[in-house]
């Protein structure tokens, strides 16, 4: 008797889609390998997972680029795809089975170029890439100005991450989701880029690529903290 459909951990979305490379690909005089332990099966159901992420946020970038999906739409799911294919690596057996991503790619003969670049972002685009201004200087018409709250709000975090390196906190498990929020926080202020703006871009793409133990060094850590100080100071530029 067959067990009955175990429901994936991810959400459906419909941008997935089941690929048909698989007929093509496939023996049917070869004998298929069976699972031999529920450790092994669970290894193969996560490595399945991850497999379905993947094609899963390339369709749902391919529909963000059509605008054939809201940008809180294509924020809301490509946030949970990421978060659903770290947690799946968070697993040192599934990890060390994966290798990286893109020995992953070539022994499952997958493209997917737009989630190989959103996977090494690690943020969805509408967080990672600043909205320029289409406003001339000749423009009467200017964005209301972002609340307070909003401003204070940005402001801790970066305060919070600046004091995190102090304290010498230099893991991606401990700077990742603080620089994350910094980002976050600062594009609900202002959609104007600033001043090393980049550099937190390019600081949470660098942590996102580390192992979840691995640390910055000392010098890493001391550039980190010198750009962060002046995104902060970019940032403050802004608000005047």
Known sequence: MYASPRQTP?????????????????????????PTSTAERDLYDSLAEIYSIIITLDG???????????ESEYTETCSRLLKQYKSNLSDETVA??????ETFKRTWEMECPRATERLRVGLPATISEATPSTHTPTTTTSHPPASGALISAATENFITFLDALKLNMLSKDSLHPLLSDVIQSVNKVTDRDFED??????????????????????????????????AYHGFKATLN
């Not at 060390?96 to 991503?101: G, I, S, T």
């Open 10 to 34: 991810y959400a459906p979305t419909p941008y997935s889609y089941t690929p048909n490379t698989l007929s093509a690909t496939i023996n049917l005089d070869e004998e298929v390998k069976l």
């Open 197 to 230: 703006r980049g550099k937190i871009i390019q600081w949470l793409i660098a942590l996102n690529q580390m192992r979840a133990t691995e640390e910055l060094s000392e010098e890493q850590a001391r550039e980190l903290a010198f750009d962060m100080e002046g």
């Open 60 to 70: 749902l970038e391919k529909a963000y680029i059509k605008d054939s999906v809201t």
């Open 96 to 101: 060390r089975e994966f290798v990286d991503l």
